[in-house]
């Protein structure tokens, strides 16, 4: 496939307030389909510095907005968020999931977190760090700046004993951030939790839900049949991941190098089109965010082609 095919309807998405792109964009299974070997050619062949170093450049010669993921893995810097935007035309959003160290209740003994590796999270939903450590650097990019997603891991008893504590928890942090001044969503892993009072509390400070297709959550089209919100007033973000009863690991070694289709899910396209539509059809309003990872069905660029296509079709 050549996507640059794809540019017209994402565009004309973009202009009605909907920002369609991938989860992250470093992929050399995408060269030949959205990158051009030739760009990042070094005696004879493409150079990874070279390419993972301008190809984002060329990503948004075609996609309006990506998700960018390295930020869950450490606060972003000034220089990191400059030579983003350097590469990028205007126009351009940069989604951001907000690092990890605000939104783990407790450390899993994983090397990355270092001493933390087990413990309890004394920064957890601390609302001044984020604002100093993650929102501040980003201030001068507002304009650039797409959604900027809480991901929480999934809860287990030991962190809340009940989706209410949660919730309560959720309330407090939201009431300390600028809401009416950036676009902020919540991606939650307990399927649980997923009950008016959570709802609530997202409408109440203007904070979108993240919609996502996931391993252990309800499907996408489950998840947007409990409650789409109003667009006038909250944002709406989607992320597209896994199949349900899929883990990571499995998708990562079934799927790389992530140049085709390997497994579709046909009825993730069809509720991802549906939600399209539903936004399509309400006042602009707050802006829309809808990111597909190759971990879903095993090329990002193909499954989003698949979705325009059911666009089309209506």
């Not at 087990?118 to 501040?136: E, T, V, W, Y």
């Not at 602009?284 to 499954?303: C, D, P, Q």
């Amino acid at each position: 496939m050549n996507a640059r095919e794809l540019s017209p309807a994402l565009r004309h998405l973009a202009q009605q307030g909907i920002y369609l792109g991938t989860s992250s964009w470093k992929y050399p299974g995408w060269l030949g389909q959205l990158y051009s070997p030739a760009r990042y050619e070094y005696r004879g062949k493409v150079a990874k510095s070279r390419f993972e170093k301008n190809c984002l450049e060329e990503y948004a010669e075609v996609f309006p907005s990506v998700c960018v993921d390295a930020s869950f893995y450490r606060f972003p810097g000034a220089k990191y968020l400059q030579d983003l935007t350097d590469q990028v035309p205007q126009d351009f959003r940069f989604s951001h999931k907000v690092t990890d160290t605000i939104t783990i209740k407790h450390f899993p003994r994983h090397r990355r977190h270092g001493e933390y590796a087990g413990k309890d999270n004394p920064c957890f939903l601390d609302a001044n760090l984020f604002l100093q450590s993650f929102l501040k650097p980003l201030e001068p990019y507002r304009e650039q700046t797409g959604i900027i997603m809480f991901e929480f891991s999934r809860f287990y008893q030991r962190d809340f004993e009940h989706g209410r504590d949660f919730v309560l928890a959720l309330d407090a942090f939201l009431a300390e951030l600028p809401t009416e001044e950036w676009d902020f969503g919540v991606e939650i892993r307990n399927p649980e939790f997923l009950k008016k009072p959570y709802f609530d509390t997202l409408a109440r400070h203007r904070v979108g839900h993240v919609y996502n297709q996931w391993q252990r959550m309800p499907s996408l089209a489950e998840q947007i049949t409990l409650q789409v919100p109003d667009r006038e007033v909250t944002p709406i973000a989607s992320r597209l991941l896994l199949k349900c009863g899929r883990n990571y690991k499995s998708a990562v070694k079934s799927f790389e190098p992530y140049d085709r289709i390997q497994e579709p899910q046909l009825g993730v396209r069809s509720a991802a089109s549906s939600l399209i539509r539903k936004l399509a059809e309400k006042p602009k309003g707050r802006r829309s965010f809808l990111y597909v990872n190759n971990r879903l069905e095993g090329n990002a660029l193909s499954t989003i082609a698949a979705i325009l296509a059911l666009l089309a079709l209506d």
